[in-house]
Structures are given as structure tokens and as C-alpha cells.
């Protein structure tokens, strides 16, 4: 945690203020957050601590009422919706704790998803693998090590452990900046879930992304690089009922 | 972002829901364009029930009356016109032709319709087609009959067959003229017109029925030898005139219906048709105006069914938030897939209506006269057919601001 704002700095929120709605209470309430480039930050949180409204400010999916949000080098204030939807999908990847496909698209069209919606990532992906589809492959791949899937199946035969992995995949492809976990592992048993997590580390390390990896479980902040707890960033939180 | 791939699959995932909404709005795009290609296809065949003729006369009445009776053989003239004053003015300048015809029997329930040989040459229907025989001849002797080609196919008539004429225009009549007669000499070819539901006799024939007949009872007394010399008819009930210029025919329009010696009328067969039309087209409107609230039934069918989708689909949403969707492009989405289903149940609708013309293009024929081409849409279809697009654009933002509004309340927090 660095209080400046520096050139690699991924993620800087300043003095956020953010309600989600004009009468209701503070979410968010000077919050404070800096992750620096490559760091792994583990951000430690009891549900209703505020995790889920810090993601979709850091996403760019809200806009805080009050302070200043960095995202990748960005003033998130000052850009129009449509310019922060472009950064989210040039820049972050997304992990959520369960039910992250679209249950209609086949493995391989949710993992090449983000690049129907970024240049820059399909751009990166043809860059490493050839074409978007080969480097969706190589990421799957990785990813089912034992491999015996056909990849243009549809999703909803998959456990939850096995649409994990997708949803990783999906994250990681085209190579974002900020890779944002959302207890990816809170619906798998504890075998998957150690499984799970060393594909993760393997894989962020091997991009070279930063990792905000938000949790109420403590079992894996050992991983990461510097740990932070919701009450840190949220110090005047007021409880939302 | 190829949204349209998107939607495509999101509507197969969903492919009961989605092909229940296609085919509602098929049967009402069907529906919608068969009642217009009727609709179009009876008024032209109405149009074209006379071509060629400039004036109609007959007994002062009115111009539908007097189109309905001589023309459509609906209905009865309240007056006859003399013979000699049909034979005035036959003879003015600038008469091309005129066809006299005379109403009031029938043949179990087919008009019968007295007239001069001309007409078979003359009288001209839809684009100045004239009549033909599918079989023999036009009349020669006095009992000679020619018929149309549905009383021959409904009473299975052949060449040489005798029919008895029932005095008055009853199906069922008991004074009938058996004592003559007639014998068919020829069959015309179908028109689409009433030529096809009448039975056609010389005048001299109609004058012949009624030889030893006062009124509507048979004499006892049988008397003179039945020649055309005698039998020149002292009444008919209407005729058709053709002039030799059309500019003329204001002219003789306003001498017959001044005509001194007997009270006139003599319209112009095309206005009659259309102000004929026109009384029918309320019908023909709340016809339309009905498949309309079909169509429009079937679009909020598909709301229905696309509000009723939403709530299932707010993680969806939110997983294409989270992936750089914008609100524009969930919008889209969910635009696209009504536009797509609309677009499908139009393409249905027109293979149902073309399908179901081809099907039914015999039968109506045969039942009703009217003949349904297979045609491509024409102008005002295809105009039709972009407000259902337009309309289906609309209807679809409805879903679209809703899943707006619900992504905005959601952010990307998935709540299961």
C-alpha cells in the first residue's frame, strides 16, 4: 500500500464517497485504495463490508459521488461512460465467485468474449497465439492440464470447478492489466480450490498482471503480496442493511 | 461487437419460447397481408367485372340499382324500359353498339338473361377481354341457350341438354315454363364474373316464354306459331351502350337521362363500380383494422414473453457488463432479438400466406369467382411489413430500458 499516486500505479481511489442510491447510505465512505503494477493484493472483507460496490467502482461500472478514481493511468471522473466501458474491457478481467458464463455460448465463445468487446486484447491475443480462438485454446489448455474437453461444448455440463477455470481463461485472455478475483473459490470444494488457485498464480504470474483478489476467507492471503482488510479501505463505513 | 451472433444464440438457447413467438407473429403477418392480397385482389376482380361498356341505361332509379340489377344480376329492376325507345337510341350518332338485356326468370336459381347476339362479341370484361366458348355456339333458334361455366359445372350441363326457365327469380318457383323448353347450344369459358352464373337466350326466347302467359299464369289457350318475325319483345330492362368516342359520352348521358318520351338513367359503369365499392369498403376496413389488433397481439405476446425472460437474464447482463458491455450494447442485445424473431415470423408469415394461396387458389376460385395470383408483395405490403419492423423496434425497447435500468441497480454484483 502506497499512499501516492505514481506512474504504475493500477488502481488508486482517493476519498471515495458512494451511495447507490441518492437516499440511501454511504457504501463507501472515504475510501482509499493504491495497488501497484504486478502487485498481488488480497483484499480481506466480511460480506456487506462494501467489496462487491468497490469492484464495480474499480470496474468503472459506477461512479463514486465524491474523490478520485485511477484506473491504469485514467481519471475515471473525468471519462464518459462509454470511454470507462472501453477501459473495463481493454483493461480488466473479471473473475466472479460463481455463475460467470453466458449460458448459451459454447467454452471457447465465453473465453474469447472479452475480445468481441476490446481491439486491444484481440489485438494482444492474435499477437501471442496466431488468432483469438488458438489463444483461447492455449489458455484452456493450460488451464484443463489433464485435458479431455472439447471446447466447443456448451457450459452448462461443466461443474462449478471446471466453469472456474473458464471463467479464468476468460479473464486472462488478451493479457488485461488488472485481473479482479471476486471469491472465485467460495463455491468449490477444498481440493478444486487448491487446484484452482495455483492455475491462477501460475497463470497471473506468467502474464504479468496485477491481481486484486477479494475475499472473506483468509485461507490463501499467505499467497499474495500484501494483504488488506475492508476496514482499512472503508474505515467509515456505515453498515448497509 | 456482432451483436446479432449474440442474440442468435440466446434465442436458440431459448428455442420453445422463441419459435411459439415466431409463429404467432407469422399467423399474424399472414393473416395481415392474405386479408389485404384478398382485399386488393377482390376490388380489382369488382373492377373488372365490366370493361368496355361507356354507359349502362335503364328505368330511372338509382346508378347502384341499376348496376346491381343489369350488371351483378343482384337485386330487381323496379321498371322496364320500351323497346322502341332502346331502338331510338341505338340508332343516335355516335352509337357504336348497344346489347339490350332482359331480366325477371331463372333456371333453379341462375339468372336468365335475354339478350342479342351481339353480345357475344361485344360485351367485354376485366382488360377488354371478350367471352368465348369453352363449348358450342351462341343461340341461333328462338329455345337456343348459351350458359355460364359454373351453372354448367353446378348443374352438370352438356351441349343439346333442355333446360325449363321458372318464371320470376326464386330458386324454388312454381310457375314454371315448361311448356318450352330450351335447349343449350353453347357453354362460355369461365370469366370470374356473373357471365358465368347466368343463362343467356336471345330476346326472342324470353318473348317466346312468355307467348299464352298473362302475368305470371299460363293461358289455356295455345295459339299463334312462335317465329322471331312476332316475337319483337315490347319491353326490355336495361341495355349497355358503346360509343364511338368516349369524349361523347357526357353528351349521351344527358340526352338519355333527358330523354322526353320516358324517364331514363344511364350511368357510367366505372363511377357505379366504385361508389359500389365504397359501401362495401367498411367491411373490407374493419377486416383490415382487425388483423391489425392481431399483429398487434402478437407483438405483445412477444413483450410479454421477453419482460417475462428478464429477470432470468440479469446475471447475463451482468457478466457482459463485466466483460466491457455497454448499456448500448445490452440495449442492442436485447433489440436485435426482437427485431430477429420479427423478422423470422415475417419470413414465416410469408411463406404461410404464399403456401396457403397456392393451396386455396383453386378453391376460391371455384367457390367465389376471385382469383389470388401469386404475386410478389407489392408497395403498400412491403410498407406494411417495415411498420412491423418498426413496430417490433419499439416494442423491443421496452425490454432493452428494463434491463438498463436493472443493470444500473446491479452494477456487476451477481446475486444468485
Known amino acids: 500500500m502506497i499512499e501516492s499516486v505514481s506512474k504504475s500505479t ?149 461443474s462449478v470447478g471446471q466453469q472456474q477455470r473458464v471463467a479464468a481463461a476468460r479473464a486472462l485472455i488478451g493479457q488485461p492489466q488488472l485481473i479482479i478475483a471476486d471469491e472465485p473459490t467460495s463455491s468449490l470444494d477444498y481440493d478444486a480450490r487448491e487446484a484452482f488457485m495455483a492455475l491462477l498464480f501460475d497463470e497471473i504470474k506468467l502474464s504479468g498482471s496485477t491481481l486484486l483478489y477479494v475475499s472473506h476467507d483468509p485461507t490463501h492471503q499467505h499467497l499474495f503480496d500484501s494483504v488488506v482488510d475492508m476496514s482499512v479501505i472503508n474505515p467509515h463505513h456505515e453498515l448497509a442493511l | 461487437m456482432n451483436l446479432r451472433l449474440l442474440a442468435k444464440k440466446s434465442l436458440k438457447s431459448r428455442r420453445p419460447t422463441a419459435l411459439l413467438t415466431i409463429f404467432s407473429i407469422a399467423m399474424s403477418v399472414a ?30 332509379s338509382g346508378s347502384i340499382q341499376l348496376l346491381l340489377y343489369s350488371v351483378f344480376r343482384i337485386g330487381d329492376a323496379t321498371n322496364n324500359i320500351s323497346f322502341k325507345s332502346y331502338q331510338d337510341i341505338a340508332q343516335q350518332k355516335g352509337v357504336k353498339w348497344t346489347i339490350p338485356i332482359s331480366l325477371g326468370d331463372s333456371h333453379r336459381g341462375f339468372r336468365v338473361m335475354g339478350t342479342s347476339r351481339d353480345y357475344f362479341s361485344v360485351y367485354q370484361y376485366g382488360e377488354k377481354r371478350t367471352l368465348e366458348f369453352a363449348f358450342g355456339k351462341q343461340f341461333e333458334g328462338v329455345f337456343d341457350a348459351v350458359i355460364g361455366s359454373e351453372v354448367a359445372n353446378a348443374l352438370n350441363y352438356a351441349i343439346g341438354d333442355k333446360v325449363i326457365v321458372s318464371h320470376g327469380t326464386g330458386s324454388a318457383s312454381f310457375a314454371q315454363h315448361k311448356d318450352k323448353p330450351f335447349i343449350i347450344s353453347g ?153 430477429l424473431l420479427t423478422i423470422a415470423g415475417i419470413l414465416l408469415g410469408l411463406a404461410l400466406l404464399y403456401l396457403g394461396i397456392a393451396l386455396a387458389q383453386p378453391i376460391i376460385e371455384k367457390n367465389y369467382g376471385l382469383f389470388i395470383p401469386v404475386t410478389a408483395p407489392n408497395i403498400r405490403e412491403l410498407g406494411m411489413v417495415c411498420v412491423l419492423l418498426i413496430a417490433s423496434f419499439i416494442v423491443g425497447l421496452v425490454p432493452a430500458y428494463r434491463a438498463y435500468k436493472n443493470s444500473l441497480a446491479d452494477g456487476m454484483s451477481i446475486r444468485s
Open chain 1, 10 to 158: 493500477i488502481i488508486g481511489l482517493k476519498e471515495v464517497d458512494f451511495a447507490w442510491h441518492a437516499k440511501a447510505n454511504l457504501t463507501i465512505k472515504s475510501g482509499n485504495l493504491c495497488v501497484e503494477e504486478h502487485e498481488h493484493v488480497f483484499i480481506r472483507g466480511a460480506s456487506g463490508s462494501g467489496k462487491s460496490t468497490l469492484l464495480n467502482i474499480i470496474g468503472g461500472i459506477v461512479t463514486p459521488q465524491r474523490g478520485q478514481v485511477e484506473i491504469v493511468g485514467r481519471d475515471f471522473c473525468q471519462l464518459k461512460e462509454l470511454q470507462r466501458d472501453r477501459l473495463r474491457a481493454d483493461h480488466i478481467g473479471f473473475i466472479f465467485q460463481q455463475f460467470n458464463l453466458i449460458p448459451y455460448l459454447s467454452i471457447l465463445e465465453n473465453v474469447t468474449l472479452p475480445c468481441r468487446f476490446s481491439k486491444l486484447r484481440r489485438a494482444n491475443a492474435i499477437e501471442r497465439s496466431g488468432s483469438v480462438v488458438e489463444e483461447a485454446v492455449y489458455l484452456l489448455s493450460r488451464l484443463y492440464s489433464k485435458g479431455r474437453l472439447s471446447f466447443n461444448r456448451t457450459t452448462s455440463e461443466l
Open chain 2, 31 to 60: 393473416l395481415l397481408l392474405g386479408v389485404e392480397k384478398v382485399r386488393v385482389n377482390a376490388q380489382s376482380s369488382f373492377a373488372n367485372t365490366i370493361s368496355g361498356t361507356d354507359l349502362i341505361v335503364g328505368a330511372r
Open chain 2, 187 to 339: 357453354i362460355l369459358k369461365h370469366t370470374g364474373t356473373p357471365v358465368d352464373r347466368t343463362l343467356h337466350v336471345s330476346l326472342a326466347g324470353i318473348e317466346a316464354m312468355h307467348v299464352n302467359w298473362q302475368g305470371a299464369v299460363k293461358k289455356r289457350k295455345a295459339s299463334k306459331a312462335l317465329t322471331e318475325a312476332n316475337l319483337q319483345p315490347e319491353s326490355i330492362t336495361a341495355f349497355l351502350v358503346g360509343l364511338d368516342s368516349k369524349i361523347a359520352s357526357f353528351k349521351m348521358q344527358r340526352y338519355i337521362n333527358e330523354y322526353k318520351s320516358e324517364p331514363l338513367l344511364a350511368i357510367f359503369p366505372g363511377i357505379a363500380l366504385h361508389e359500389l365499392w365504397n359501401l362495401m369498403s367498411v367491411a373490407e376496413k374493419a377486416l383490415l383494422i382487425i388483423s391489425m389488433f392481431v399483429v398487434l397481439a402478437a407483438l405483445t405476446g412477444m413483450l410479454a414473453v421477453s419482460l417475462a425472460g428478464l429477470n432470468e437474464r440479469r446475471r447475463e447482463v451482468a457478466i457482459l457488463r463485466s466483460v466491457g458491455a455497454s448499456h448500448w450494447h445490452i440495449m442492442g442485445l436485447l433489440i436485435t432479438e426482437t427485431v
